[in-house]
């Protein structure tokens, strides 16, 4: 594909220079469309990365636009304040009705604010409240946000660096399969806790992700999963699992702990909830935990009427049988398919392969690759991303609605990026 060179002049000059995404995709996207991004000239670009996992249903799904737009034609309320509203009733009834009667969850709704590391630091804060401790436990190659008490408990240096003071109150251990299952799982961290003399303080909480995203798709085992929450109980840890990127279906349930089996106390919600890539975030969590104070954690955008429309459609449209579970586990086997023949082809780039449902990554044994074939993806015309805490990963996060003729197309992009690159 022929790219002509882009005006990027005010985004170079005005914008910060902490401006992420945008290097990786040299262009100025103009409109979008299910799988598709357009940019003001005209290229077609295959969305393998779904606004970072927050556009599930794809870009402008004509479902979710209609309600939201009959919504503002009729002069809905638009701000985000903690008042009830008809949106707000409608998506607490559909998300009861929906996602939490069916699976026997007996989850409060929190409305936290507009982002994912809202819904983390309202999670840690009622853990801390309800246990009266301060130690949160999180786990190696974690991130749960970039605000001061999500980068606590995330584990890339250099996002934690940018915190800029002490982060405490948070404690790594080892995630699934970190030592190469050289010994038993939590052997190191039940030692701490039973041992006086550990130095860990009695964790109020033990945050984890079922699947790493950003810290490289590493994905937990569902035994690994059941005997954490074995753990938490046995040593009254509360149990939070962080599904803000894996959650709304990314690896098959609507819940990525639905597979294990597991009920954690507290769950953080966001990127797809909304279905539209609208601001939206929730903390769940047990009914006895709910000692909040009213109005002890708020603030101004904290439930996004438009999103709450767009959510109860999605849920509405998507998640009243199994038939986008099953869809999505069935697109997935076809990524897992294409991986392996790329990993298989070549076997001194590729360090391995993994993911559960339509998360997937690619590790490559020469680190700095994994960039190399995003870029020349680009230039093919697939948006894709990098994941791990040295962007060793490949990352596939297309939306759960793409086709199986897309997403053949952008797979046999991937294969030829890889040969073009290593």
Same mark, same amino acid.
């Given at each position: ?110 409305f936290p604010g507009p982002t994912g590391t809202n819904a983390v630091e309202a999670a ?141 106390? #507290?769950? %953080? ?8 890539? =609208?601001?939206?975030? &929730? @903390?769940?969590?047990?009914? !006895? $935990? ?29 998640w009243t049988d199994d038939q986008m579970e099953k869809q999505t586990i069935s697109r ?51 948006? #894709?991303? %990098? ?8 990352? =596939?996060?297309?939306? &759960? @609605?793409?086709?199986?003729? !897309? $997403? ?15």
């Amino acid at each position: 594909m022929t790219i002509t060179q882009p005006d990027l002049s005010v985004f170079e000059t005005l914008e910060s220079e902490v401006r992420g995404y945008c290097r990786g995709w040299p262009t100025i996207f103009d409109r979008a469309q299910g799988s598709h991004m357009y940019d003001e000239d005209g290229h077609t670009y295959l969305d393998f990365f779904a606004g970072a996992g927050s556009l599930n249903y794809g870009h402008n799904n004509p479902v979710l636009k209609r309600a939201l737009l009959d919504y503002l034609e009729r002069d809905g309320v638009t701000h985000g304040l903690d008042m009830s509203t008809v949106a707000k009733r409608a998506f607490l009834e559909t998300f009861q009705n929906v996602v939490l009667r069916p699976r026997d969850l007996p989850y409060k709704v929190m409305f936290p604010g507009p982002t994912g590391t809202n819904a983390v630091e309202a999670a840690l804060k009622l853990a801390r409240k309800v246990k009266g401790r301060e130690s949160i436990v999180s786990f190696t190659n974690a991130f749960h946000g970039m605000s001061l008490g999500s980068l606590a408990v995330t584990g890339n240096a250099f996002k934690r660096a940018g915190a800029g003071i002490p982060l405490v109150h948070g404690t790594p251990m080892p995630f699934d399969d970190y030592l190469g299952g050289q010994t038993p799982d939590f052997i190191w961290f039940e030692r701490l806790l039973e041992d006086a003399g550990s130095g860990l303080n009695q964790p109020a909480a033990v945050i984890v992700e079922t699947v790493q995203g950003e810290g490289g798709i590493n994905v937990a085992r569902a035994e690994w999963l059941r005997a954490l929450a074995d753990l938490c109980r046995r040593h009254d840890m509360l149990l939070i699992v962080d599904d803000i990127q894996m959650g709304c279906g990314r690896t098959g349930a609507f819940f990525s702990f639905e597979e294990a089996g597991i009920v954690p106390d #507290i769950v %953080t919600v966001s990127k797809s909830i909304s279905g539209y890539g =609208l601001p939206m975030s &929730l @903390t769940l969590f047990k009914p !006895e $935990l709910d000692i909040w104070e009213p109005g002890e954690h708020n603030g101004t955008f904290r439930g996004n009427n438009p999103a709450f429309v767009t959510a109860t459609a999605a849920l509405e449209t998507y998640w009243t049988d199994d038939q986008m579970e099953k869809q999505t586990i069935s697109r997935g086997e076809q990524v897992e398919a294409t991986l392996k023949a790329i990993t298989k082809e070549h076997p001194d780039a590729v360090v391995e392969y993994r993911g559960r449902g339509l998360v997937w990554g690619l590790e490559m044994r020469d680190k700095p690759t994994a960039s190399k074939i995003a870029a020349r993806a680009f230039e093919l015309g697939l948006l #894709i991303e %990098t994941s791990g805490p040295e962007s060793e990963v490949v990352k =596939l996060l297309p939306a &759960l @609605t793409i086709s199986p003729d !897309e $997403l053949d197309e952008g797979l046999r992009i991937l294969a030829r990026a890889v040969r073009d690159t290593v």
